[in-house]
């Protein structure tokens, strides 16, 4: 069984930068797209961006010029950097795995393991 | 402001039938995924693909899909389905991942 958890700083200060990793157990970081995705208190999903265990990426572009992920496949992790932080960055971040269907009328793409989440707050 | 369009609160008496819609345009090209999040919980996928359930997930929960609206139908809601639902897909350019605006479903 697939497992996922954040780890990282619970609180950040406004304009810094905020960074998190995402563990994977239980199967190999290989052959999958990762996402981050987030969620402000009492807000809907937020996708922020994922990465291919080669490295290529695509981000939200919402976000795009703050976003970095990253993957290092020794460890099994991947990660998010998010620069310039503010008070509307205070969110749960989860970390998600992406699978994707395929059939001959179309393909759809879902994230089938995610992380327990983890809260960030921005504030001095 | 979302691409993908629900309903905000929907309710429904114990053991009958809800039907949760999501509507945008990409939904004519990509399938829709479907979440169930309790409070302070991760979400947790109930369907995706044209109506696939993962393993876990009770036979109530089916998915369908017809133009630009794609549906989570729950058969015999029992308490426990109480919760937000959201859908998921990509934006209109197919290029990104997007969720819906969420739907929360009260079991009365």
């Known amino acids: 069984q697939v497992q996922l958890q954040e780890s990282g700083p619970g609180l950040v200060k406004p304009s810094e930068t905020l960074s998190l990793t995402c563990t994977v157990s239980?199967?190999?970081?290989?052959?999958?797209?990762w996402s981050w995705i987030r969620q402000p208190p009492g807000k809907g999903l937020e996708w922020i961006g994922y990465i291919y265990y080669s490295g290529s990426t695509n981000y939200n572009p919402s976000l795009k010029s703050r976003v970095t992920i990253s993957v290092d496949t020794s460890k099994n992790q991947f990660s998010l950097k998010l620069s310039s932080v503010t008070a509307a960055d205070t969110a749960v971040y989860y970390c998600?795995?992406?699978?994707?269907?395929?059939?001959?009328?179309?393909?759809?793409?879902?994230?089938?393991?995610w992380g327990q989440g983890t809260l960030v707050t921005v504030s001095s | 402001s979302s691409e993908l369009t629900q309903d905000p609160a929907v309710s429904v008496a114990l053991g009958q039938t809800v039907r949760i819609t999501c509507q945008g345009d990409s939904l004519r090209s990509y399938y829709a995924s479907w979440y169930q999040q309790k409070p302070g919980q991760a979400p947790v996928l109930v369907i995706y693909?044209?109506?696939n359930r993962p393993s876990g997930i009770p036979d109530r929960f089916s998915g369908s899909s017809s133009g630009n609206t794609a549906s989570l139908t729950i058969t015999g809601a029992q308490a426990e389905d109480e919760a937000d639902y959201y859908c998921n897909s990509r934006d209109s350019s197919g290029n990104h991942p997007v969720f819906g605006t969420g739907t929360k479903v009260t079991v009365l």
């Open positions: 239980g199967g190999s970081i290989s052959s999958y797209y």
């Open positions: 998600a795995r992406v699978s994707v269907v395929v059939t001959a009328a179309m393909r759809g793409y879902y994230f089938d393991y």
């Open positions: 693909g044209k109506n």
